[in-house]
T-cell receptor
Framework: KAGVTQTPRYLIKTRGQQVTLSCSPI?????VSWYQQTPGQGLQFLFE???????NKGNFPGRFSGRQFSNSRSEMNVSTLELGDSALYLC???FGTGAMNTEAFFGQGTRLTVV | GIQVEQSPPDLILQEGANSTLRCNFS?????LQWFHQNPWGQLINLFY???GTKQNGRLSATTVATERYSLLYISSSQTTDSGVYFC????????????FGSGTRLSIRP
């Protein structure tokens, strides 16, 4: 079956602009979570969506937002980009029911460069 | 929150050697996974192992949940094993949140 698909793979944006990243989870998975990876901070949790609702949010400024659609696809948006937002953004997909242990699968990531 | 520590941070080995990577976590968890991050950044699932022992070819993993650690064994290392290995844990409350260790960078020399 198809894996987790993230688009685009690469992005170059200018400071002050905004950007939207997309993630299509594995069919049947209802949980989508987002992570930022930088050399200095490692892999950090951004937020998690389940059935179109944000269930959990990491410690990031309000410029980072997201949403999930009825087909479980998710988008994350970063407004007023800063140089420090340059990172690899990874999306994870799982059943996410919470009541049972479930394995997470990651997409290939979107590498964002802010200049 | 839960802290995840991986050791060693860096490991350089000759091809054919064996290695053991360790992951310690500070509280009980529901999920534990090991990943290999490829040069393009994708996290490749190695093991989903909240407890017990699993083997997949030259790789195996053991999690001792009661003592809050997990080990990843790589035998007969190949140059393609090079990369960063991450341990990631998850503890369910009402939501999911994966917490990653800082990784072990493995370099296999021919």
């Amino acid at each position: 079956k198809a894996g987790v698909t993230q688009t685009p793979r690469y992005l170059i944006k200018t400071r002050g602009q905004q950007v939207t990243l997309s993630c299509s989870p594995i069919s049947g998975h209802r949980s989508v979570s987002w992570y930022q990876q930088t050399p200095g901070q490692g892999l950090q949790f951004l937020f998690e969506y389940f059935s179109e609702t944000q269930r959990n949010k990491g410690n990031f400024p309000g410029r980072f937002s997201g949403r999930q659609f009825s087909n479980s696809r998710s988008e994350m948006n970063v407004s007023t980009l800063e140089l420090g937002d340059s990172a690899l953004y990874l999306c994870a997909s799982s059943f996410g029911t919470g009541a049972m242990n479930t394995e997470a699968f990651f997409g290939q990531g979107t590498r964002l460069t802010v200049v | 929150g839960i802290q995840v520590e991986q050791s060693p941070p860096d490991l350089i080995l000759q091809e054919g050697a064996n290695s053991t990577l360790r992951c310690n976590f500070s509280d009980s968890v529901n999920n534990l996974q090991w990943f290999h991050q490829n040069p393009w950044g994708q996290l490749i699932n190695l093991f989903y192992i909240p407890s017990g022992t699993k083997q997949n070819g030259r790789l195996s993993a053991t999690t001792v949940a009661t003592e809050r650690y997990s080990l990843l064994y790589i035998s007969s290392s190949q140059t393609t094993d090079s990369g960063v290995y991450f341990c990631a844990v998850e503890r369910f409350s009402s939501a999911s949140k994966i917490i990653f260790g800082s990784g072990t960078r493995l370099s296999i020399r021919p």
